[in-house]
C-alpha cells in the first residue's frame, strides 16, 4: 500500500508516502528523523496485517510542511535522513 | 424561523426480507464523521438496516443516537450484536464498539461490497475532509490520500454555499447546470475565500445559478487535482454526502474523462458499511472461521 501522509492546501502538496509493501518495520527512520515526524506501529489501514509498519504521527499530519522544513533547506539541500536511513527504500516525499 | 437551506435529509432504512433471528453473525458498523453519523447492521453479511444522521457536539451521544434509530421498530437489541466496529473521525468515541478501524480501511471496503469488486478509486467526499483512495478487488487499499487540513472540496463547503445562496442543498447539482455557458471556475479554493469571491459575484449581477457553476467547477477542479495524486483507474466510484450532488459529480466525470459508478445504497453509508463487514471479518476470526 501507498500510504499518502500530509495534506494539500492552497501552497503545494505536502506528503510523505509509505510504500508499505517495501516497510519491515526496523525503525530506523524513526531513529534517523530528528523531530519525531515518523514512528513504528500498527497498520492502521489494513486491520489484518499482523507486523508493524513506518508512519507519520497523527500530530505532524497537519503541520508537515513545517515539521519537515528545517531538513529541506532552499539552497544547499542534503539527502534526507529518513530517506537514507530506509534500507528497503520505502520512504518517498512529494515536495 | 428563516429557513435552513444546507440542511440535507436524514434517513434510516430496514429491509423488509431479513429476519435478524436468523442471523449466525451479526455486525455492525458506526461511522461518526464531523458533519454525519451512519450506523449500519449486517444479518450474515446482509444488509440488514442503517440510518444517517447529522453529528452533534457530542461524538459518543451521536453514536448511540444513530444506532438506536437504526435499530428502531427492527426488534433487535443492541447486546444481541455480536461484533461492532467504529470508524470515522470520531471512531475512539463509540462507546459499544469493540474495535476501531480507520474510515480510509472501511470506505474501500464498503465500497467494494457496494459497486462490486471492479471498484478501484473511490473518492470519498465527506464533511470536511476528502479522500482519495485505490483498492484491490477485495476491497483492500493500495493506495490511499486523505485531506483533511482544508475544506475545500467538502460537503461542508456545499452547506456554506446553500447558505449563501439561499438554494435548498438538494437542488444545487441541478441548478448549477442551469447556465447557458459554463463560467470560469471561482479562483480561491479555500471554502472561506471562495464564499467572500461569490458575494463579489452577486454583487456584481451574476445570476445564482452561475456562481453555482463558478464553485462547483472550482470543487470539482480540486478534488481531480487530489486524485491525480493516486493512480486513478476504472471502476470509479464517489462516496459520501457530495456524490448525491450530480452538479459536482458530473464535473468530476467530464474533468476525468471516467464515468463514476451508479449507486444502489446511499451514498453517505460506505464507511459504516465497511465496519460492518470488517466487524463481521472479525467475529469469523475469532470463532476460527477463517
Same mark, same amino acid.
Given at each position: 500500500?501507498?500510504?499518502?501522509?500530509?495534506? +494539500?492546501?492552497?501552497?503545494?502538496?505536502?506528503?510523505?508516502?509509505?510504500? !508499505?509493501?517495501k =516497510?519491515?518495520?526496523c525503525?530506523?527512520? @524513526? !531513529?534517523?528523523?530528528?523531530?519525531? @515526524?515518523?514512528e513504528?506501529? $500498527?497498520? $492502521?489501514?489494513?486491520?489484518?496485517?499482523?507486523?508493524?509498519?513506518?508512519?507519520?504521527t497523527?500530530?505532524?499530519?497537519? +503541520?508537515?510542511k513545517?515539521?519537515c522544513?528545517?531538513?529541506?533547506? !532552499?539552497?544547499? +539541500? +542534503?539527502?534526507?535522513? =529518513? @530517506?537514507?536511513? =530506509?534500507?528497503?527504500?520505502?520512504?518517498?516525499?512529494?515536495? | 424561523?428563516?429557513?435552513?437551506?444546507?440542511?440535507?435529509?436524514?434517513?434510516?432504512?430496514?429491509?423488509?426480507?431479513?429476519?435478524?433471528?436468523?442471523?449466525?453473525?451479526?455486525?455492525?458498523?458506526?461511522?461518526?464523521?464531523?458533519? *454525519?453519523?451512519q450506523?449500519?447492521?449486517?444479518?450474515?453479511?446482509?444488509?440488514f438496516?442503517?440510518?444517517?444522521?447529522?453529528?452533534g457536539?457530542?461524538?459518543?451521544? *451521536?453514536?448511540?443516537?444513530?444506532?438506536?434509530?437504526?435499530?428502531?421498530?427492527?426488534?433487535?437489541?443492541?447486546?444481541?450484536?455480536?461484533?461492532?466496529?467504529?470508524?470515522?473521525?470520531?471512531?475512539?468515541?463509540?462507546?459499544?464498539?469493540?474495535?476501531?478501524i480507520?474510515?480510509?480501511?472501511?470506505?474501500?471496503?464498503?465500497?467494494?461490497?457496494?459497486?462490486?469488486?471492479?471498484?478501484?478509486?473511490?473518492?470519498?467526499?465527506?464533511?470536511?475532509?476528502?479522500?482519495?483512495?485505490?483498492?484491490?478487488?477485495?476491497?483492500?487499499?493500495?493506495?490511499?490520500?486523505m485531506?483533511?487540513?482544508?475544506?475545500?472540496?467538502?460537503?461542508?463547503?456545499?452547506?456554506? &454555499?446553500?447558505?449563501?445562496?439561499?438554494?435548498?442543498?438538494?437542488?444545487?447539482?441541478?441548478? #448549477?447546470?442551469?447556465?447557458?455557458?459554463?463560467?470560469?471556475?471561482?479562483? #480561491?479554493?479555500c471554502?472561506?475565500? %471562495?464564499? *467572500?469571491?461569490?458575494?463579489?459575484?452577486?454583487?456584481?449581477?451574476?445570476?445564482?445559478?452561475?456562481?453555482?457553476?463558478?464553485?462547483? #467547477?472550482?470543487?470539482?477542479?480540486?478534488?481531480?487535482?487530489?486524485?491525480?495524486?493516486?493512480?486513478?483507474?476504472?471502476? &470509479?466510484?464517489?462516496?459520501?454526502?457530495?456524490?448525491?450532488?450530480?452538479?459536482?459529480?458530473?464535473?468530476?466525470? #467530464?474533468?476525468?474523462?471516467?464515468?463514476?459508478?451508479?449507486?444502489?445504497?446511499?451514498t453517505?453509508?460506505?464507511?459504516?458499511?465497511? %465496519?460492518?463487514?470488517?466487524?463481521?471479518?472479525?467475529?469469523?476470526?475469532?470463532?476460527?472461521?477463517?
Amino acid at each position: 500500500m501507498l500510504a499518502h501522509y500530509g495534506y +494539500k492546501d492552497g501552497s503545494g502538496d505536502y506528503f510523505i508516502v509509505i510504500d !508499505t509493501d517495501k =516497510c519491515d518495520g526496523c525503525g530506523e527512520c @524513526v !531513529t534517523a528523523c530528528p523531530y519525531g @515526524v515518523l514512528e513504528v506501529g $500498527e497498520e $492502521e489501514n489494513d486491520p489484518f496485517r499482523e507486523e508493524p509498519v513506518a508512519r507519520v504521527t497523527e500530530n505532524h499530519r497537519k +503541520k508537515i510542511k513545517y515539521s519537515c522544513a528545517p531538513c529541506k533547506p !532552499t539552497s544547499g +539541500k +542534503k539527502p534526507l535522513p =529518513c @530517506v537514507q536511513a =530506509c534500507s528497503p527504500d520505502a520512504i518517498s516525499h512529494s515536495w | 424561523m428563516e429557513k435552513e437551506y444546507w440542511r440535507w435529509p436524514e434517513s434510516k432504512w430496514t429491509s423488509p426480507d431479513i429476519d435478524w433471528k436468523t442471523g449466525d453473525i451479526i455486525s455492525a458498523g458506526v461511522d461518526v464523521g464531523s458533519v *454525519s453519523s451512519q450506523a449500519v447492521v449486517l444479518v450474515n453479511g446482509k444488509l440488514f438496516c442503517y440510518s444517517n444522521f447529522r453529528t452533534g457536539s457530542d461524538s459518543p451521544e *451521536s453514536a448511540q443516537k444513530v444506532m438506536d434509530k437504526a435499530l428502531e421498530e427492527t426488534g433487535l437489541a443492541l447486546e444481541k450484536i455480536h461484533f461492532t466496529v467504529g470508524t470515522g473521525y470520531g471512531r475512539v468515541n463509540v462507546p459499544f464498539a469493540n474495535r476501531a478501524i480507520t474510515e480510509i480501511a472501511c470506505h474501500a471496503r464498503g465500497a467494494n461490497f457496494m459497486y462490486g469488486p471492479s471498484v478501484r478509486t473511490i473518492l470519498d467526499m465527506g464533511g470536511q475532509d476528502c479522500k482519495a483512495i485505490h483498492c484491490d478487488e477485495r476491497g483492500k487499499v493500495t493506495n490511499f490520500l486523505m485531506n483533511d487540513k482544508c475544506a475545500a472540496g467538502t460537503g461542508r463547503g456545499m452547506e456554506v &454555499f446553500a447558505d449563501l445562496l439561499s438554494i435548498p442543498i438538494e437542488e444545487m447539482g441541478q441548478l #448549477s447546470f442551469k447556465v447557458e455557458k459554463e463560467p470560469e471556475p471561482v479562483s #480561491s479554493t479555500c471554502v472561506i475565500f %471562495a464564499k *467572500s469571491e461569490a458575494v463579489g459575484l452577486l454583487r456584481k449581477g451574476w445570476p445564482k445559478e452561475k456562481v453555482l457553476a463558478a464553485y462547483s #467547477s472550482a470543487m470539482a477542479h480540486r478534488v481531480v487535482e487530489l486524485l491525480g495524486r493516486i493512480k486513478v483507474e476504472k471502476d &470509479f466510484a464517489v462516496t459520501g454526502g457530495i456524490a448525491k450532488n450530480e452538479g459536482i459529480v458530473k464535473r468530476i466525470e #467530464s474533468e476525468l474523462k471516467m464515468e463514476a459508478l451508479e449507486p444502489q445504497y446511499d451514498t453517505q453509508i460506505a464507511g459504516a458499511l465497511g %465496519a460492518a463487514l470488517f466487524a463481521k471479518a472479525l467475529v469469523e476470526k475469532e470463532r476460527g472461521l477463517r
